[in-house]
């Protein structure tokens, strides 16, 4: 069961990414995933959640507006397409999973993927 987030880099202020999280070894359509981001010094906070059906999204108050996620469970993909970048915007954004989730909130995920690094200047 893994988990691969990809997507980061560099980008100014004003620019966009789009984040991708892959699952191998499982399934993820009856998996709700998140992004989650920890900048150095920061606590990591939840960003964006969606549910397996992708009928129910969440999304962080620092988020809203700028970041949609999105799902293609025939790619076994969640993306997070990300917009309008700030520079707060600059931390390690991880992927995760967790079966069948409800409530729709961001904790209480079982899967993680490892981290890619999205860096904001000003």
């Known amino acids: 069961v893994q988990l691969q987030a990809s997507g980061g880099g560099l980008v100014q202020a004003g620019g966009s990414l789009r984040l991708s999280c892959v699952a191998s070894?499982?399934?993820?359509?009856?998996?709700?995933v998140a992004w989650f981001r920890q900048a150095p010094g920061k606590e990591r906070e939840g960003v964006s959640c969606?549910?397996?059906?992708?009928?129910?999204?969440y999304y962080a108050d620092s988020v809203k507006g700028r970041f949609t996620i999105s799902r293609d469970n025939a790619e076994n993909t969640v993306y997070l397409q990300m917009n309008s970048l700030k520079p707060e915007d600059t931390a390690v954004y991880y992927c995760?999973?967790?079966?069948?989730?409800?409530?729709?909130?961001?904790?209480?995920?079982?899967?993680w993927g490892q981290g890619t690094q999205v860096t904001v200047s000003s």
């Open positions: 995760a999973a967790a079966y069948n989730k409800r409530p729709l909130t961001p904790s209480g995920y079982d899967y």
């Open positions: 969606i549910s397996s059906s992708g009928l129910n999204t």
């Open positions: 070894g499982f399934t993820l359509d009856s998996y709700a």
